[in-house]
């Protein structure tokens, strides 16, 4: 039989250039805050000569392979940490020390400062409802930290041995037929998957309530140990499974109601996980029903009523109008557009674009305004791109009161960040109109933050080309974050929309009261 051998040509082959030598596979994987479809080669690992069955298999990622970090280092005897404050590795056994950063392509060896190969950095990355892990280039592996790599392209498998590893004279070098099992072409999994006696075999759901909502999962014998805890930023439900296997059952259930965004399912070696991801968790509780069967109850809390489109005079406790002053314009700036997409975010496996949130809520917001009998223009009605300049340049040449751009925010490799923050230029601050950019920057914050109900990233300065080329008071808000999954999915709805639109237009109708455009 065939041995665990490979030539220095297909080692070469591997470790630098792009792979493409096993089956290709399709799936759904999760990383840098969205869902992307992966279709690519997924591999098996052998490590020290045992069969490693990891929740991620290698695959390859911008033309090189990666591998899960914990799984390897732990099978040739090293320990691994996590810290997730810092998003840091650390790897640890008695011939190295090694440090990296998820997103961030330096590592530390032994105190020794180096760069990760190829810049393709470690990375957070899961399947749909799966366990996120840390994958790392296999270059990397090999080195950097002097693990032997090998590849066997005829049956798709990567091979790690430790410095020194032997196999013993009892357990002599298996054919890579014993080591990795053969791939069943029905399976889209190209993983090996144990098997499993007991087995969720169908996972449901029903509205039990306006804001509340029952996950039944039902399998085909006694479910004898299961355990849940809650996750936040994104807020999610998580119930495991001791032992047991999906059978049968897809990755993701889109719900959009009751506060919750969607169920999804993932399984390892270990178990199989149910996760309910919701807004404003109110409370849950699970309870086993059948010896087959657990319900998994999930309460949110009320969401607020979506504003109508009236005026309120900014405080809460009083709902008296203030009367319009149709003389003074406003001038709305829907952030990007056209071959400027802003920044881009991912709900539910599809794409968001800045550029569309931006001018979906402008065009609320205008509808406030003008239904309180207020004169608005926008610089952009379409997907077309004003430039920087003449944007604040329309505002002038039309002697608005005030101008307001509306953004969604993003950061990078951070799917955690949240919240609401409105800036103006110390440039474009004086009180010329009988009242300042700063003003008008806090009346509008202050508004969000009230009927949207999110994170207070303050009032800000930036010298933004928009804002400090006005005449006029002039701010810029940033939403929410498009990188943040709940913020993303909460900014594509009518209900968020309208809540952010009021916020701004009673930020500008409180603003307008001491405005005076000079003549």
Same mark, same amino acid.
């Given at each position: 039989?065939?041995?665990?051998?490979?030539?220095?040509?297909?080692?070469?082959?591997?470790?630098?250039?792009?792979?493409?030598?096993?089956?290709?596979?399709?799936?759904?994987?999760?990383?840098?805050?969205?869902?992307?479809?992966?279709?690519?080669?997924?591999?098996?690992?052998?490590?020290?000569?045992?069969?490693?069955?990891?929740?991620?298999?290698?695959?390859?990622?911008?033309?090189?392979?990666?591998?899960?970090?914990?799984?390897?280092?732990?099978?040739?005897?090293?320990?691994?940490?996590?810290?997730?404050?810092?998003?840091?590795?650390?790897?640890?056994?008695?011939?190295?020390?090694?440090?990296?950063?998820?997103?961030?392509?330096?590592?530390?060896?032994?105190?020794?400062?180096?760069?990760?190969?190829?810049?393709?950095?470690?990375?957070?990355?899961?399947?749909?409802?799966?366990?996120?892990?840390?994958?790392?280039?296999?270059?990397?592996?090999?080195?950097?930290?002097?693990?032997?790599?090998?590849?066997?392209?005829?049956?798709?498998?990567?091979?790690?041995?430790?410095?020194?590893?032997?196999?013993?004279?009892?357990?002599?070098?298996?054919?890579?037929?014993?080591?990795?099992?053969?791939?069943?072409?029905?399976?889209?999994?190209?993983?090996?998957?144990?098997?499993?006696?007991?087995?969720?075999?169908?996972?449901?759901?029903?509205?039990?309530?306006?804001?509340?909502?029952?996950?039944?999962?039902?399998?085909?014998?006694?479910?004898?140990?299961?355990?849940?805890?809650?996750?936040?930023?994104?807020?999610?439900?998580?119930?495991?499974?001791?032992?047991?296997?999906?059978?049968?059952?897809?990755?993701?259930?889109?719900?959009?109601?009751?506060?919750?965004?969607?169920?999804?399912?993932?399984?390892?070696?270990?178990?199989?996980?149910?996760?309910?991801?919701?807004?404003?968790?109110?409370?849950?509780?699970?309870?086993?029903?059948? %010896?087959?069967?657990?319900?998994?109850?999930?309460?949110?809390?009320?969401?607020?009523?979506?504003?109508?489109?009236?005026?309120?005079?900014?405080?809460?406790?009083? %709902?008296?109008?203030?009367?319009?002053?149709?003389?003074?314009?406003?001038?709305?700036?829907?952030?990007?557009?056209?071959?400027?997409?802003?920044?881009?975010?991912?709900?539910?496996?599809?794409?968001?674009?800045?550029?569309?949130?931006?001018?979906?809520?402008?065009?609320?917001?205008?509808?406030?305004?003008? %239904?309180?009998?207020?004169?608005?223009?926008?610089?952009?009605?379409?997907?077309?791109?004003?430039?920087?300049?003449?944007?604040?340049?329309?505002?002038?040449?039309?002697?608005?009161?005030?101008?307001?751009?509306?953004?969604?925010?993003?950061?990078?490799?951070?799917?955690?960040?949240?919240?609401?923050?409105?800036?103006?230029?110390?440039?474009?601050?004086?009180?010329?109109?009988?009242?300042?950019?700063?003003?008008?920057?806090?009346?509008?914050?202050?508004?969000?933050?009230?009927?949207?109900?999110?994170?207070?990233?303050?009032?800000?300065?930036?010298?933004?080309?928009?804002?400090?080329?006005?005449?006029?008071?002039?701010?810029?808000?940033?939403?929410?974050?498009?990188?943040?999954?709940?913020?993303?999915?909460?900014?594509?709805?009518?209900?968020?929309?309208?809540?952010?639109?009021?916020?701004?237009?009673?930020?500008?109708?409180?603003?307008?009261?001491?405005?005076?455009?000079?003549?």
């Amino acid at each position: 039989m065939r041995k665990l051998r490979v030539s220095l040509i297909a080692i070469v082959m591997f470790l630098f250039c792009s792979v493409g030598f096993a089956s290709a596979q399709t799936m759904m994987l999760e990383y840098d805050g969205g869902t992307h479809e992966y279709n690519g080669e997924i591999y098996a690992l052998v490590v020290n000569n045992q069969l490693i069955n990891p929740p991620l298999s290698p695959i390859i990622f911008n033309d090189r392979a990666l591998v899960p970090v914990r799984e390897i280092f732990e099978e040739v005897g090293a320990t691994v940490n996590y810290i997730n404050d810092t998003q840091t590795i650390e790897v640890s056994s008695d011939e190295y020390d090694v440090v990296m950063r998820i997103n961030d392509n330096v590592a530390y060896i032994n105190g020794e400062k180096t760069n990760i190969p190829d810049n393709v950095v470690p990375k957070l990355i899961s399947k749909v409802g799966g366990e996120t892990k840390t994958m790392v280039p296999v270059r990397f592996i090999s080195e950097t930290i002097g693990l032997d790599v090998k590849f066997d392209s005829e049956d798709g498998a990567i091979l790690i041995d430790s410095d020194g590893y032997v196999i013993s004279d009892e357990n002599q070098e298996p054919s890579i037929d014993d080591v990795v099992p053969q791939p069943d072409n029905s399976d889209d999994n190209a993983s090996y998957t144990p098997s499993v006696e007991t087995k969720i075999t169908n996972v449901s759901y029903d509205i039990t309530g306006d804001n509340s909502i029952k996950v039944t999962v039902t399998s085909n014998a006694d479910i004898s140990s299961y355990s849940d805890f809650t996750l936040s930023s994104p807020e999610r439900v998580v119930v495991d499974f001791a032992g047991m296997k999906f059978d049968g059952v897809g990755d993701t259930l889109s719900v959009n109601k009751a506060g919750v965004t969607s169920v999804r399912m993932g399984d390892n070696d270990e178990r199989a996980r149910v996760v309910v991801d919701i807004s404003n968790l109110k409370k849950y509780n699970i309870e086993k029903t059948s %010896n087959n069967t657990v319900v998994i109850n999930v309460e949110t809390k009320a969401a607020a009523p979506t504003p109508k489109p009236t005026v309120n005079n900014g405080n809460s406790n009083n %709902n008296s109008t203030i009367t319009a002053d149709s003389s003074k314009l406003i001038v709305l700036d829907a952030g990007h557009g056209g071959s400027d997409s802003g920044a881009v975010g991912y709900s539910n496996g599809n794409v968001v674009l800045e550029k569309n949130l931006t001018l979906e809520i402008t065009y609320k917001v205008k509808e406030i305004l003008e %239904n309180a009998g207020y004169t608005v223009s926008m610089t952009r009605t379409g997907d077309t791109l004003p430039s920087l300049v003449e944007r604040p340049t329309q505002a002038n040449a039309e002697n608005a009161a005030v101008f307001v751009s509306i953004h969604i925010n993003s950061v990078d490799n951070a799917p955690n960040a949240n919240g609401t923050e409105v800036y103006y230029a110390d440039s474009n601050n004086g009180n010329a109109y009988g009242t300042t950019s700063e003003k008008l920057a806090t009346n509008i914050l202050n508004r969000m933050l009230y009927y949207m109900g999110s994170t207070n990233r303050g009032v800000k300065t930036a010298e933004h080309a928009v804002t400090k080329r006005c005449e006029m008071p002039a701010a810029l808000t940033e939403v929410g974050f498009i990188t943040n999954p709940t913020e993303v999915y909460n900014m594509t709805t009518d209900e968020y929309q309208y809540k952010a639109a009021q916020g701004i237009a009673e930020g500008i109708m409180i603003t307008l009261k001491d405005i005076n455009v000079p003549q």
